[in-house]
Nanobody, 126 residues
Framework: QVQLVESGGGLVQAGGSLRLSCAVS????????MGWFRQAPGKERDLVAA????????YYTDSVKGRFTISRGNAKNTAYLQMNSLKPEDTAVYYC???????????????????WGQGTQVTVSS
């Protein structure tokens, strides 16, 4: 059973930065793609960024390109999301998850994921 623990959220002013972390257990971390998702109040959960198992390939949704950077530390079984130039519309609960490939993270319907962590709240004030 996979366990996902997100951390690093908080309250920040517009233009500020935060770094989220996702600790993973129950999977051979280095063999899986990692993704960061977010869910704003009243909205669906969406994929924000993803990274391949090697870290060599990344994906970003258009609204965060140039501002967010996904990375991973395979030795620490941890994925990261560096968020810069934050905007009020980035306010959401952020979640991470694992999948076989980066392409799977981009294409898989969210209801097919059996496990989610508790998420970490990011609030950006204007």
């Amino acid at each position: 059973q996979v366990q996902l623990v997100e951390s690093g959220g908080g309250l920040v002013q517009a233009g500020g930065s935060l770094r989220l972390s996702c600790a993973v257990s129950g999977r051979t971390f280095s063999s899986y793609g990692m993704g960061w998702f977010r869910q704003a109040p009243g909205k669906e959960r969406d994929l924000v960024a993803a990274i391949s198992s090697s870290g060599g390939t990344t994906y970003y949704t258009d609204s965060v390109k140039g501002r967010f950077t996904i990375s991973r530390g395979n030795a620490k079984n941890t994925a990261y999301l560096q968020m810069n130039s934050l905007k009020p519309e980035d306010t959401a609960v952020y979640y991470c998850n694992v999948d076989r490939t980066l392409q799977s993270l981009v294409r898989r319907p969210l209801h097919e994921y059996d496990y989610w962590g508790q998420g970490t709240q990011v609030t950006v004030s204007s």
